[in-house]
């Protein structure tokens, strides 16, 4: 069977969108075998925040269409899929996922290349994970603030990327950023696996803490960052994302 027919056939239909059924083992064999045969793979994660802006922004909700891989990012998501009687493994996080990926992409003798992130936060990331993986070769690049908005430097950061020819570029822009420079210049940047992965570079580079497992698997992830940055997230959790209670009845209709 081919390989995007046989992932379609792992999908789950949750909030209007396709997520893949796989767990965290069987997405990274997936994603280390698309590197060996060298076929383009794109890799998002989804929590609850980035489903609402889906629903509001219509490119982003194509791009989602189109990844080869989407991944539930959060127990709020896999809840939902018990509770629609579709359920999905399990909750596969960009920064749970991303140091697996470098585990094994030692492993097979595979680079891995980062895009995003401040300077500093990126330095420390690439030294820690050199560290911790020497035989993996790890590189990164920091756009500047705005580079979106800049033709040349856009071009600039893609040529830097395909020079550097990694086995697998992930991306840590933030979303829809991230997303949309992934859709966009994939073709450009001519890497086989492309990783959406958000605020990984600052997690990898101990600049910002990960919460206790137990808050993680107990859906409290959320909860942990708010307490961390209160100001800045309060709007995202105790406004704007209380839009999924709309889209649960929405949906839910749709299944009655």
Same mark, same amino acid.
């Given at each position: 069977?081919?390989?995007?027919?046989?992932?379609?056939?792992?999908?789950?239909?949750?909030?209007?969108?396709?997520?893949?059924?796989?767990?965290?083992?069987?997405?990274?064999?997936?994603?280390?075998?698309?590197?060996?045969?060298?076929?383009?793979?794109?890799?998002?994660?989804?929590?609850?925040?980035?489903?609402?802006?889906?629903?509001?922004?219509?490119?982003?909700?194509?791009?989602?269409?189109?990844?080869?891989?989407?991944?539930?990012?959060?127990?709020?998501?896999?809840?939902?899929?018990?509770?629609?009687?579709?359920?999905?493994?399990?909750?596969?996080?960009?920064?749970?996922?991303?140091?697996?990926?470098?585990?094994?992409?030692?492993?097979?003798?595979?680079?891995?290349?980062?895009?995003?992130?401040?300077?500093?936060?990126?330095?420390?990331? *690439?030294?820690?994970? &050199?560290?911790?993986?020497?035989?993996?070769?790890?590189?990164?690049?920091?756009?500047?603030?705005?580079?979106?908005?800049?033709?040349?430097?856009?071009?600039?950061? *893609?040529?830097?990327?395909?020079?550097?020819?990694?086995?697998?570029?992930?991306? *840590?822009?933030?979303?829809?950023?991230?997303?949309?420079?992934?859709?966009?210049?994939?073709? &450009?940047?001519?890497?086989?696996?492309?990783? *959406?992965?958000?605020?990984?570079?600052?997690?990898?580079?101990?600049?910002?803490?990960?919460?206790?497992?137990?808050?993680?698997?107990?859906?409290?992830?959320?909860?942990?960052?708010?307490?961390?940055?209160?100001?800045?997230?309060?709007?995202?959790?105790?406004?704007?994302?209380?839009?999924?209670?709309?889209?649960?009845?929405?949906?839910?209709?749709?299944?009655?």
């Amino acid at each position: 069977m081919d390989a995007d027919k046989l992932h379609q056939s792992k999908s789950i239909h949750l909030l209007g969108i396709n997520f893949s059924a796989l767990d965290m083992a069987s997405m990274l064999d997936e994603a280390m075998e698309r590197v060996s045969n060298r076929k383009a793979a794109s890799l998002v994660f989804l929590n609850v925040d980035v489903v609402i802006k889906s629903e509001q922004d219509r490119f982003l909700r194509t791009i989602i269409d189109t990844a080869e891989y989407v991944l539930a990012d959060g127990m709020p998501l896999i809840w939902l899929s018990r509770l629609f009687g579709r359920p999905l493994p399990e909750k596969v996080s960009g920064a749970d996922f991303v140091p697996r990926l470098c585990q094994r992409a030692e492993e097979e003798g595979r680079s891995i290349f980062f895009a995003g992130g401040s300077e500093r936060s990126l330095k420390n990331a *690439c030294a820690r994970l &050199r560290e911790q993986y020497p035989g993996l070769r790890v590189d990164g690049c920091s756009p500047p603030m705005g580079f979106e908005n800049d033709p040349a430097q856009i071009e600039a950061l *893609c040529q830097t990327i395909h020079q550097a020819a990694p086995d697998i570029l992930v991306i *840590c822009l933030g979303c829809p950023k991230q997303e949309k420079f992934m859709y966009e210049y994939r073709k &450009r940047y001519a890497v086989p696996v492309s990783v *959406c992965a958000g605020a990984t570079v600052d997690f990898l580079s101990g600049a910002v803490k990960r919460c206790p497992a137990w808050m993680s698997q107990s859906g409290l992830e959320w909860f942990y960052r708010f307490l961390q940055e209160p100001r800045r997230l309060f709007r995202r959790y105790f406004i704007e994302d209380m839009q999924i209670l709309r889209l649960i009845l929405k949906y839910w209709r749709e299944t009655s």
